[in-house]
């Protein structure tokens, strides 16, 4: 059975770093994507990264606008584990962070208009997720 658990979330001042992780078992961790999401209080689950199985030719990773410069994603496979490294946090990072697996082994998918994130509704594997709050 697909599972993933993510820790790692505190309280942490503006400015400051942390290191989510997220665990997976029960499925071939190694061959899927798998992406890391935030829902901020009030509003709706937001996609924050996704990085590429290994089993693909070129393993990339993808960061939504608002965390490029800051946020790294890396993967572990021997321990089967995923990677949010957040440096120079700041109030709008807050939220319930989340990792989940897409169905395949890339972050995006082929369609009419050429390649697109694969929505977050064929992510599974949904855990009960980490809080990260940034405030002084």
């Known amino acids: 059975q697909l599972q993933l658990v993510e820790s790692g979330g505190d309280l942490v001042q503006p400015g400051g770093s942390l290191r989510l992780s997220c665990a997976g078992s029960g499925f071939s961790f190694n061959s899927y994507a798998i992406g890391w999401f935030r829902q901020p209080p009030g509003k709706e689950r937001e996609g924050v990264s996704c990085?590429?199985?290994?089993?693909?030719?070129?393993?990339?990773?993808y960061y939504a606008d608002s965390v490029k410069g800051r946020f790294t994603i890396s993967r572990d496979n021997a321990k089967k584990e995923v990677y949010l490294q957040m440096s120079n946090l700041i109030p709008d990072d807050t939220g319930a962070y989340y990792c989940?697996?897409?169905?395949?082994?890339?972050?995006?998918?082929?369609?009419?208009?050429?390649?697109?994130?694969?929505?977050?509704?064929?992510?599974?594997?949904w855990g009960q997720g980490t809080q990260v709050t940034v405030s002084s």
């Open positions: 990085i590429d199985s290994t089993d693909v030719t070129s393993t990339t990773t």
């Open positions: 989940a697996s897409a169905a395949q082994p890339m972050c995006v998918e082929s369609g009419p208009q050429g390649l697109s994130p694969v929505p977050i509704a064929d992510f599974g594997g």
